[in-house]
């Protein structure tokens, strides 16, 4: 290893402390020129936080940063940006009301005479997602995109600059494999351009389908820097949690019992429920015990099915009946009246309130359920909280932590635990596992399969099949809003046989 | 994964023109309140009559064009009553009493203006305090300094500051304009090309979309945010000058509570409070808007007080809510 | 109790001019005060006795709004413009565009500072600083055989207003005179009795030797005996109160013993507002300056006019 | 330890300002602090800064639920106005102004009229959508209207001892407006922090869309709120009123939704809605009507009142400001090894 190129970033002894956690303890790391470099580490060991603490954004406690061998210090992620240090931090930080040309170039627009060129704006913004393969009306607000979309642009706007490190912070959390496949296409020309790029996931594959080497960290603490070929998954996945892992495999091969679950009552059932301009008509039926997956590439439309499923968006044309009886849905409150919970994909804009305690955060449904005033008393609130603490492993495990103070990860175990506690008949699960460490979300699987089984039915979108496979006893398959067609989980059914569903369209 | 099975663009083409619908009915509920006018009051359907608004409010437009700024940020700007009236004491005590010319008064005045805009916004910014209890402090501030500078009105009887005060500029039809309105014009122009065609103007549009976002995406929040209120100093010290010229006086009480007018325009206008919405069109009708109700009022000639107040709360009233559903309905 | 006339309600939109009828605009302060409110019903009564067409406008203190009625009363071609002055300063354009509309002008309240006088007709309205003076000329006629020094509080109005300047330079140009004489605190009420309420009492607590208290309206000193009555002393008595306007309650309590001494400010300017229009309208000569005629009240006075007061 | 936990309180800055301003106090008049029984009721200028900081307590205590919503209320100056003039109005029209009976009805009418008044505020914010600056703009500019439309205009004077008492009468010899300050004030901090009302209020203020996701009907929490804050705001009305015996439609209750929002963001609750603290309010209303009471007890001329306002205001904020404390009270003493580090990130950034 020592006769690595000089590398072009280095940290030595990184301090970091947050009011009551150390987040960084003396964390040496260092980066090459061309290589792809990942940093490894459980929910909460501290990667977003020594991104952060390199670009700026937050003041390094101790420890000295060099650039090119001269120490830097910056100010934020302006004059981290100015060096040639381009970054995609965890959540996506793009600004919703501008368009999405702006949001790729705002701050480098192309201009003449101080004047900003739009016509120029729009051109190279298409170009740019063209680039990774995408096409959207680059004039319309961004808020109108999905979540994935809005990934999308935000990598498209840190490779745009022609910067000599690029960081990318858990970027393919919801992206399905297509696209995950075209950012990595970028990933490798950019580094055969020599550029040093860090890379943060917790999806083992990709680590190993992209990165040289790896860093891991642990509670904040350094553990080493390793060859992804030296380092094996199961070791690496060893090192990140400080002990064997052994029953992480054991779910894949639970039995899964589809007849029965199509036997049981229909819980839930649509009939050509739809809405103009979202979905299209489509007719699904949900059993109680059943878990149904959906499956469809980005912006395919599951979002919306589970949206309307929730009365969250209101339904113009179909009908839904819970329970056996026919309902009209007009807000998420009759939907949660009807024991029907939504967990949305989108934590940061649908999910969390920043402000409030874990505490607050993970009763709030449950609450709302039951008015203002029938307050959940406070052991019980104890109870249901340190529960799913510690069912989910959240991490730090202080339920009066303002909830925005936590790692991504485990953000989004409090918004999965607030959905667990109100122990609804449907449970929608939207991108559940977006941001979380492989312990726990083998935990997470565990805990739907368990939900089930005990009567719940569970509707699971993910945009990793392997995941929707594992857990369903039926998949949806969605593509260009559509669903095009249900398909009983049986031995047949594989990830090949999803992905050419999707590209078909169902029709084979 | 070949390219046709990624769906991601979504019909953004209605979306575009979505955008402008408040304005739209904003202007034409105006043109509707013009001709409700128009056919109520005799002599009330005249250009001079759609000019005076201009006339009447051009440093209500200044004012409120610096408001545009603060408010796409998501800030509130509370001082530019009290600075309207500190610019009007300044200028008409430095002429008057110590025989200042014009031309030195007034570059003193936008001065002193932005300097306190600069320094709200650093204490914003860089101390990290809610921009309404800084703008409230420097509120009591400049009108404390008004009153330090004298109670009393002072009249202008600078000769120059005068003409230009008086000088009406002709229109065809017996129609006229002042050089207040010209200035006013000028800066809405002017204003409305930064918003939309400079970065500076960009960025306070993402600052308002999302701070935190803008901060990350590393555009420059302190300067921005700084350059926000400077600009809104700026406008109220202009609008100032616009006020002095408009009653060639002085006075500490002058301009009380203009800062909800100012508001209210942007916020009339379709802009929203919590920032990164809206357009400076909006805010031209918003003041109009404004104008207009007042010149009705004042056309209705048989309101007592109380009335009088009624009477614009329910206009306001009428106004909003039919700009609200009808927005509503379209989009 | 108060009688809830019925001038209030909107009725028929104004024809303009048209007709021989003569047609006034008028654009008042505001409503700020009780005063107020009484000086505009003035207006418009007697508006309505002597057949003159009102065009009444109020412009809620504020100098820009009665810029813009005046205006708009040029626009709707009236015969004759009056209005009381929120400010003295700053009329110069306006009025000179009423000037070129030959619209005469007719100032009532408050005067206005501009150096071409034939800007308007004539002002008709009390003088402030004169009722400062008689203020403190009733103070030094009181204690002219006290040679201990008088201690004196003062409640100011709005800060900043022409009547609260007014009435502060007239009374200290009278008192000033006299050593024995000593503001010890003066602070603004703000013309309303609850400001007027909770300075006097600071004051109270403050200063425990008052003598005197002189307040710039009515309302203010009626805030005042409150405080002075709770602090367990006796108004008019322990510590003697002066006032100015003399509307009903403070009459009544001028009356009953509470005030020691009030300088009326009449509100009822209407009937001479009306005579002068018509005579302007008319072209006649009328004098620059009519005064209101004005008077005081001592607690004798008060009783013998309390029956008779219409305001 | 506890020393530095005290200190670190959010709240001990704006405690600390208002000590300060009290000793300013006893400096020019030694006997500030003193309180006294005069005529069997508390007299002192410690009792004058409750009594006469009481309606202001109230209207901000209603103004931060609204703005904990994420909201503003522009029109509780109007609303004080016209429940006072109503309950006058009411009670000039009695046979017998002393009648208990009268006056409750009057009191009655008035609350219930603030009431409904609120209830319009809320419905054109949560149900027709308009931005709550706007939607309460217009019931402060045409309430005041109302006010003196009810009053003509003239200041209605009462003669009625069972109306006086509310803000200006003693019960148990304690200021009765403060004994009615302390009740709202504990029913409201009862539904807010022993039932779950704050919970789903901050939740409202803190995510709108992520709350409607949750199933909170934050549509009739908003109305409610504002329907409180009117209400608050009447009682307010009522007390000043009553300690003058007289409504008067124009200057009753002018300006005093600033200092109500001013007495909130004192007390530390963000203008953007979420978490809010009924206790700051407390604090902040003090602080604000202390500083009152401070300039007519040292004499502050009125043409500096406002100046020495601005110095105090600055004074709490940047005292209150962790930024400002960081960037310029602990350059001197740099951070020592051990200490805490520096406790603030430069930005709030989620994850
Ligand atoms: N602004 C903050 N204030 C207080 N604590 C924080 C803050 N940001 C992060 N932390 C804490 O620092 C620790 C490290 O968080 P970090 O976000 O770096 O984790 P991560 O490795 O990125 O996890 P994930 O995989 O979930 O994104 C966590 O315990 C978190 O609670
Ligand atoms: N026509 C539309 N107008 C406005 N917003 C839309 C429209 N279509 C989709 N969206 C937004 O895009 C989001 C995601 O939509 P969609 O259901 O198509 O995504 P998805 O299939 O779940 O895929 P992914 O989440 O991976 O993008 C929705 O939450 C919605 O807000
Ligand atoms: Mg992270
Ligand atoms: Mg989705």
Known sequence: MDDAPAPILRMRGICKEFPGVRALSDVDFRLLPGEVHALMGENGAGKSTLIKVLTGVHAVDGGEITLDGAPVSFSGPLAAQQAGISTVYQEVNLCPNLSVAENILIGREPRRLGRIRWKEVRRRAAGLLARLELDVDVSAPLSSCSLAVQQMVAIARAVDVSARVLILDEPTSSLDAGEVEQLFRVMRRLKAEGIAILFVSHFLDQIYEIADRMTILRDGRLVGEYLTSELGQVELVGKMIGKELKDLETLENAPKDIAAAERSRPFAE??????????????????????????????????????????????????????????????????????????????????????????????????????????????????????????????????????????????????????????????????????????????????????????????????????????????????????????????????????????????? | ????????????????????????????????????????????????????????????????????????????????????????????????????????????????????????????HYFDIQPFIVTLAGMFLARGLCYVIGTDSIPITEETYTAVAQTQISLPGEMHLSVGVVIALAVVLFAAYMLHYTRLGRNVYAIGGSEQSALLMGLPVARTKIAVYTISGFCSALGGVLFSLYTLSGYGLNALGMELDAIAAVVIGGTLLTGGSGYLLGTVLGVLVLGLIQTIISFEGTLSPWWTRIFIGLLLFVFILLQRLISVRRS | GCGSGGTTSASQPGSGGGDDKITMGFSQVGAESGWRTANTKSVQESAKTAGIELKFSDAQQKQENQIKAIRSFIQQKVDVIAFSPVVESGWDTVLKEAKNAKIPV????????????????????????????????????????????????????????????????????????????????????????????????????????????????????????????????????????????????????????????????SPLLGPQLMDLAKKVVAGEQVPTRVVTEETTFTQEQAKQALPTRQY | ????????????????????????????????????????????????????????????????????????????????????????????????????????????????????????????????????????????????????????????????????????????????????????????????????????????????????????????????????????????????????????????????????????????????GGRFSLGGTVLGALVIQTLTTTIYTIGIPPETTLLFKALVVVAVCLLQSPAFREKVLNRRRRRPQSAPASADPKVKVPA
């Open chain 1, 270 to 508: 649509a009939r050509s429920l739809g809405r103009p301009g979202s979905v299209e008509p489509f007719t699904l039926t949900i059993h109680e015990g059943e878990v149904v997956g959906l499956a469809g590439l980005l912006g395919s439309g599951r979002t919306e099915i589970a949206r309307l499923l929730f009365g969250a968006d209101h339904a113009t044309t179909g009908e839904l009946s819970v329970g056996g009886t026919p309902v009209t849905l007009r807000t998420p409150r009759a939907a949660t009246n009807h024991g029907i919970a939504f967990c949305s994909e989108n934590r940061r804009a649908e999910g969390l309130i920043p402000d409030l305690s874990v505490r607050e955060n993970i009763i709030l449904a449950l609450q709302a359920a039951r008015g203002w005033a029938r307050p959940i008393p406070r052991r019980t609130q104890d109870e249901l909280v340190d529960k799913y603490i510690d069912a989910l492993k959240i991490r730090p495990a202080d339920p009066d932590r303002p909830v925005k103070n936590l790692s991504g990860g485990n953000q989004q175990k409090v918004l999965l635990a607030r959905w667990l506690i109100v122990e609804p008949k449907l449970l929608i699960l939207d991108e559940p596992t977006r941001g979380i460490d492989v312990g726990a979300k083998a935990e997470i699987q565990r805990l739907v399969v368990e939900l089930s089984d005990g009567g719940m039915a569970v509707l699971f979108i993910s945009a990793e099949l392997e995941e929707v496979l594992r857990l369903s006893h039926k998949v949806g398959v969605l593509r260009d809003r559509r669903l095009v067609a249900e398909l009983p989980n049986d031995d047949h059914l594989t990830t090949g046989v999803l992905m050419e569903t999707i590209a078909s369209g169902g029709r084979s």
């Open chain 3, 106 to 265: 007719i100032l009532t309240d408050r005067a206005v500072d501009s150096a071409d006088t034939s800007l308007y007709k004539t002002f008709l309205g009390s003088d402030f600083v004169e009722e400062g003076r008689k203020a403190g000329k009733w103070l030094v006629e009181e204690y002219k055989d006290s040679t201990e020094t008088v201690n004196i509080v003062e409640l100011q109005g709005t800060t900043g207003s022409a009547p609260a300047n007014d009435r502060k330079a007239g009374f200290a140009e009278v008192i000033g005179a006299d050593a024995k004489f000593k503001v010890i605190a003066s602070q603004t009420g703000d013309f309303t009795r609850a400001k007027g309420k909770e300075v006097m009492e600071a004051f109270l607590k403050s200063n425990p030797d008052i003598d005197v208290l002189y307040a710039h309206n009515d309302d203010m000193g009626l805030g005042a005996i409150e405080a002075i009555e709770g602090a367990g002393k006796v108004p008019g008595k322990d510590i003697k109160i002066i006032t100015v306007d003399a509307v009903k309650d403070g009459m009544q309590a001028l009356a009953d013993g509470k005030i020691n001494y009030i300088v009326e400010c």
């Open chain 4, 1 to 272: 330890m506890n020393a530095a936990a005290v200190i670190r309180h959010r709240l001990f800055w704006p405690a600390a300002v208002l000590v300060l301003l009290l000793a300013a106090n006893v400096f020019f008049t030694p006997g500030f602090l003193s309180v006294e029984l005069k005529d069997g009721h508390l007299y002192g200028s410690l009792i004058d800064i409750a009594r006469f900081g009481a309606p202001l307590i109230l209207v901000a205590t209603g103004m931060t639920l609204v703005i904990a919503t994420g909201g503003i209320d522009l029109s509780v100056g109007s609303v004080v106005a016209i429940s006072g003039a109503l309950a006058c109005l009411w009670i000039t029209g009695l046979d017998d102004q002393q009648s208990t009976a009268g006056v409750l009805t009057a009191v009655g009418i008035a609350l219930g009229l603030a009431l409904f008044l609120g209830l319009c505020n809320g419905i054109l914010v949560a149900g027709i959508g308009i931005q709550p600056i706007i939607a309460t703009l217009i019931l402060m500019v045409a309430g005041r209207g109302l006010a003196q439309l009810i009053t003509d205009g003239q200041i209605l004077t009462v003669n009625s001892a069972p109306y006086k008492l509310i803000g200006g009468g003693y019960w148990l010899t304690l200021p009765f407006g403060v004994l009615i300050v302390a009740a709202v004030l504990a029913i409201t901090a009862f539904l807010t922090r022993r039932m779950a009302l704050g919970l789903l209020l901050e939740s409202v203020g803190g995510n709108a869309t992520a709350s409607r996701l949750a199933g909170i009907r934050s549509r009739g929490l908003i109305v409610t709120v504002y329907a409180f804050c009117a209400l608050c705001a009447g009682i307010a009305g009522l007390m000043i009123s009553s300690n003058v015996s007289s409504a008067d439609g124009n200057n009753a209750g002018l300006w005093i939704e600033l200092d109500a929002i001013l007495a909130v963001v004192i007390g530390g609750t963000s203008l953007a």
């Open chain 2, 1 to 124: 994964m070949s390219s046709d099975v990624l769906t991601a663009g979504r019909s953004a083409v209605l979306r575009g023109r979505q955008r402008y619908l408040p304005v739209l009915v904003t202007a034409g509920l105006l043109v509707a309140m013009f001709t409700v006018g128009g056919l109520r009051y005799e002599a009330f359907a005249s250009g001079q009559i759609v000019l005076n608004v201009f006339i009447d409010n051009a440093f209500l437009l200044v004012l409120a064009v610096g408001m545009t700024f603060v408010i796409l940020t998501g800030g509130i700007d509370l001082s530019v009553g009290a600075v309207v009236a500190l610019s009007t004491m300044v200028t008409a005590t430095l002429m008057t009493d110590h025989g200042w010319s014009p031309l030195a008064t007034v570059p003193l005045v936008l001065l002193i203006g932005s300097a306190l805009g600069l320094a709200m916004g650093c204490v914003i």
